[in-house]
């Protein structure tokens, strides 16, 4: 199955500065690619996606890149604020049998200080 | 209603006590998934539901864990004869469905203390 591994587990950052969170995963047939976020005591939510057909995309302060021949992508984060801090997943989706079983990586604490 | 609903929100139970964790999905969902997080862990993947079936169950850790979805709708995890291990967030979430990769929308979990 699939095998996501993510780092740092913990990174901290000054206000303003950027953060970058790097994930790798193990299957080939993974075309799908989200980033959660999850705030202490909160449900994870979903804060950008990205699919196989393309090496970047980007919203805002958030960018994510794919790399599909080395199998890794990342997560970007410019301008960081206070409210950044939480923890972020990384996660990887094959379509097999024609549904998605979305596997997580460890995640990743950012503490941004102010 | 508006979003993922789990019930309890805790749940403190001795070991060896049978449990059971409900998730109610987003209407129109037809996607339910179960996961489990550890503390300082990512969610893990434990079993998916497509409809009334469970199309992955490939998660679930042993033979005490068990899930049904009968109506296509809400969804009951049944943890038999629990052990202190079994202490985690069980986490719920839907999505539209089948080949169709998306976000999927989180309940808030239901904590799960055995003693």
């Known amino acids: 199955g699939e095998n996501v591994e993510q780092h740092p587990s913990t990174l901290s950052v000054q206000e303003g500065d950027s953060a970058v969170i790097k994930c790798t995963y193990s299957d080939s047939a993974s075309n799908y690619f989200p980033w959660y976020k999850q705030e202490l005591g909160k449900r994870p939510q979903l804060i950008i996606d990205?699919?196989?057909?393309?090496g970047e995309k980007k919203d805002q302060r958030i960018a994510v890149t794919l790399n599909k021949t080395a199998k890794h992508f990342s997560l970007h984060i410019t301008e960081t604020q206070p409210e950044d801090s939480a923890v972020y997943f990384c996660a990887a989706s094959p379509l097999s049998g024609g549904y998605q079983k979305v596997t997580f990586g460890t995640g990743t604490k950012l503490q941004v200080i102010p | 209603g508006a979003g993922v609903s789990q019930t309890p929100s805790n749940k403190v139970t001795e070991k060896g006590k049978y449990v059971e964790l409900r998730c109610d999905p987003i209407s129109g969902h037809t996607a339910l998934y179960w996961y489990r997080q550890s503390l300082g862990q990512g969610p893990e993947f434990l079993i998916y539901?497509?409809?009334?079936?469970?199309?992955?169950d490939s998660g679930l850790p042993n033979d005490r864990f068990f899930a049904v979805r009968p109506e296509g709708s809400v969804s009951t995890l049944k943890i038999q004869r629990t052990e202190r291990g079994d202490s985690a967030v069980y986490l719920c979430?839907?999505?539209?469905?089948?080949?169709?990769?998306?976000?999927?929308?989180f309940g808030e979990g239901s904590r799960l203390t055995v003693l």
């Open positions: 539901f497509q409809g009334t079936g469970a199309a992955d």
């Open positions: 979430a839907s999505t539209k469905g089948v080949g169709n990769p998306g976000e999927l929308f």
């Open positions: 990205i699919r196989s057909n393309v």
